[in-house]
C-alpha cells in the first residue's frame, strides 16, 4: 500500500513503520498462499530480499511476486542451484520446513537480536528497541530520587475541580470557560460546546465579516496564552488573577496588537480598532 493524500497522517506515520515492524514479525508458513518468498519474513535470515539481494529474483529465476507454495513442488521444493552463500543458508533452512493444509500463521518472533518468549506484542520491548539508548550518567541518582519530593498535584491549577489536561484547561475549566464565553459574546461567536475539539472545528469554519474573524481568531490565541501564563504563575509565583483581570489584560493585548498594524496598514489598523471598541 503506498501513501496518498486521502489518508490521514497517523495512518501515514504507521505506513511508514512498515520496515521497522518486519524486523519484529515472522510468517511461519502453513500452506505458504500469503507468503512472497522475497518480501514476507517467513525465515530467519527476515527478508530474502534484503538477505540474498536485490539481483535475487533475476539470478534464480524466481519472480518478486512469487509464493511459497508456488515453490513447492511434489512434496519438494523447485529452486535451481545456490549461487552464493546467503542462499545456500536458505536452501538449508527450506529443507526443514514443508507446506501443509494450515493457514499461515503471523508472530512476534524478535525484538531486535533477542528472541521473545511468547507471539505477543509487548510494547515496553518496542520503546526500548526504537528509542535512542545512552549510558548512564553519573548523576542520575541525584536526578531520580526514589523518596524525592513527590510530583505536584494533578489537579487543574485554575479551577482545583478536575485533572489537568488540555482539552480541560481549554475550555473545560469553569475558570477559562467563563473568559472564553465572555470574549465570545462580546465578538458574537457562537459557542458550540466547551470541547476543544468542537471550539476548533467552529472557528475553522467561520465565517462573515473578514474583520471580526480576525478579532475573534485573535482573541482566542491571547486567551490560551494568558490562561497558560496564569497556570505557570500560580505554580512558580503563587500569583493569582481573577478572570476580571485577564479579561482585561486579553483587552490591552489585543488592542496594542491592532496599533502595531498601523504602520504596515493604517486603514486597516482603524478600521479593526473601531470594531473593537464598537463590540459590546
Known sequence: MKESQSQTWLFKQILRLRQTAINWMRILP???NSIFFW??????????????GHNGPRQYGIPLSSSLASLWVGETWDIGPARSQEMEQVQIFLSTVSLSEHEDMPEW??????????NKFVSAKVYNYIRESKPLVPWHH?????????????????CNLLPESRNHIYFCCSFSSGIWRNLAAK??????SDDWDDTLQGLIRYTGDNRLRFLTILSWQTLIHELWRERNNRIHRSHFKSQEAIF????STIKNRISSLRETDPMESSACMQLWFSLP
Open 109 to 118: 518472533s524478535r525484538l531486535g537480536t533477542t528472541p521473545a518468549t511468547n
Open 30 to 32: 502453513g500452506n505458504g
Open 39 to 52: 518480501t514476507t519474513p517467513w525465515s530467519p535470515f527476515g527478508q530474502l530480499i534484503n538477505f540474498v
Open 187 to 192: 465578538l458574537q461567536f457562537a459557542i458550540i
Open 142 to 158: 541525584v536526578a531520580w530520587l526514589k523518596k524525592g519530593i513527590p510530583k505536584s498535584d494533578p489537579l487543574c491549577l485554575l
Open 248 to 251: 482585561s489584560t486579553i483587552s
